[in-house]
């Protein structure tokens, strides 16, 4: 038996003032009850009680033993107490890091509805294009496209997408629309500095995989000044649909890209938003 329990053998029989009624709230016998207190006492080496057949009196370190553990384990009872209305009812902060623009386009509606169920939960949005290390940066939840690549995570898949090779029709018109990967390597090609191998582009069509070197004039980390450039004519660039479709159409929409080596597109595993959190947080946070 735990010294934990023995201690809080002891608080219950000075509560209830007896053996007896402390060992039924306990559910152990009354013989059992009696000694474990008597073995508290001799690991303490202090009487804490003073027995007659009548009644139980506290010894003076018994007075002072029972008050501070009678503290301590209503704290402990309160703290179990929080524990299962968390699990029943969030509360506290919840830190979650997100894509930047992927954030802002798909998530600030779905967040809020979430906020509205969870009311009592405090949510710390952090946007970043890079995937932080949830355990060792102190996250709970990451939004995230791309690989998992992390043993200690757990994911769940929201989505896939593809990217695709998009151009403003000012640098095709000048440049020319390439029309195979091969081919990219004489382009201006704008690169995503957060992507696995910045200057690698791997596209597929059908059964067929080329992965290309590129270079460009120009490298961010931000996919929204990718795009930027690419309408101002700066080069290719290489990003996922659901950053594309609505800022890229066929020549001949105005100061909008279009879609470049149309046959062409990435494998979809390779970029997919997912939502993962640590295995150490689960406990709290699932």
Known sequence: MSRLFETELFVRVVEEGSFTAASRRLDVTTSYASKLVTRLEERLGVPLLIRTTRKLTLT??????????????????????????LQSAPRGKLRVTLPTGFGIQFMLDIIADFKGLHPELTLELVFLDRHVDLIAEGYDVAIRAGDLGDGRL????LAATERVVCASPAYLEQFGDPGSPGELVRHACLQYAYH???????????????ETEVSGPMVANNSHMLLEGAIRGYGLIFVPTFTSPRRCAPVGCGGCCRRGAGRWACTPSIHRPTACRSRSACSSTS
């Open 196 to 210: 696995a191998t910045p200057g690698r582009w791997k596209l597929r069509s059908g059964e067929a995989e080329v």
């Open 154 to 157: 757990i994911a769940r898949k």
């Open 60 to 85: 003076e370190a018994g007075r002072v033993y029972f008050e501070r553990c009678a503290e301590a384990l209503q704290a402990i009872e309160a703290a179990a107490a929080m524990a299962s209305e």
